[in-house]
């Protein structure tokens, strides 16, 4: 039996990839798409003589064209971490934006259902803890993360107004930090930074005092929650997140610990807007999804950890950026 189509954005992402594994193994024939700005074909090599998959080198915003039918659609296409908005800002834009629209048009001519990967910066700043989804935001339109912000919530009312206009089967994720093998090391984000700066014998560059915080979730429960949301009939935006919260200084201590690092942690300027607290409420999850995390971040970071161990040395010497500082005028 021919078998059905699931077209992935972002599939040479750290998410995407994950996302592409998970959909073979679920027995559908998975269609990747990515431009490669922020994405890695090495995440997807594996799968590269695999009958079940099929790559497509291509940016959303511009018009897309799928040859046969299409069950289901999942946008994760999109730069993801804050230095990555400061350098490409208006791709950042346009991905969500843009690239929502097309993906939408194109779930509607297909008649497939789509599910959109929205994030916790719709909430911004949050001045609720921890976040419900009923909860809208304190976000800076104008500030180096309202690129991404703004467009994610761009991306949510068009996606609901494709859902009540167009009666388009829509679902509408709320991704929490998120790690695990495949993140960029380069890519700027806290744990891909102290790990990385603690395999190269460097100081841990944390930003401001350390006090604000955030809940790690690791990749294969939201992967897990992602497949269990897709799969139901839930049509308003859900949280997906473990609601495990730590301060960025007792982080960046685990990551010494679990590294055995002689190197300490350093303080560098907070970045502008940097939200302050971050928890998902998940009790939505718990109850329409019957999901919740399994991963502790004890397991999950050991299994990180020696993924970024792993890499050989030149990609862990290929360090664009040390800090913000470099990319805040
Ligand atoms: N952070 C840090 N050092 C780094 C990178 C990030 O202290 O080298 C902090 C950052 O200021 C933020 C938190 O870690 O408070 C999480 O940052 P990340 O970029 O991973 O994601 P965010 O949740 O802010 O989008």
Redesign the pocket.
Known sequence: MKKENVLITGAAGFLGSHLCDRFIKEGYHVIGMDNLITGDLKNIAHLNSNPDFQFINHDVAKHISIEGDLKYILHFASP????DYLKIPIQTLKVSSLGTHNLLGLAKAKNARILVAST??VYGDPLVHPQTEEYWGNVNPVGP?GVYDEAKRFMEAMTMAYHTYHGLETRIIRI??TYGPRMRLN????????IG?ALRGED?????D?S???SFCYVDDLVEGIYRLLKSDYTQPMNIGNPSEIT?KE??EEIIKLTGTKQKLIS?P??QD???Q?QPDITKARKILGWEPKVSRAEGLKITYAYFKSLNKDELNKVEH???EKYVK
């Open positions: 993801a971490s804050p230095i916790s910066e993360r929490f930090n890519d700027g984000r806290v744990l891909p930074a102290f700066q841990l560059t944390m930003f401001g350390g604000q915080t955030r960025i982080f960046g560098l907070l970045p940097d939200p302050k971050r040390k800090s913000f």
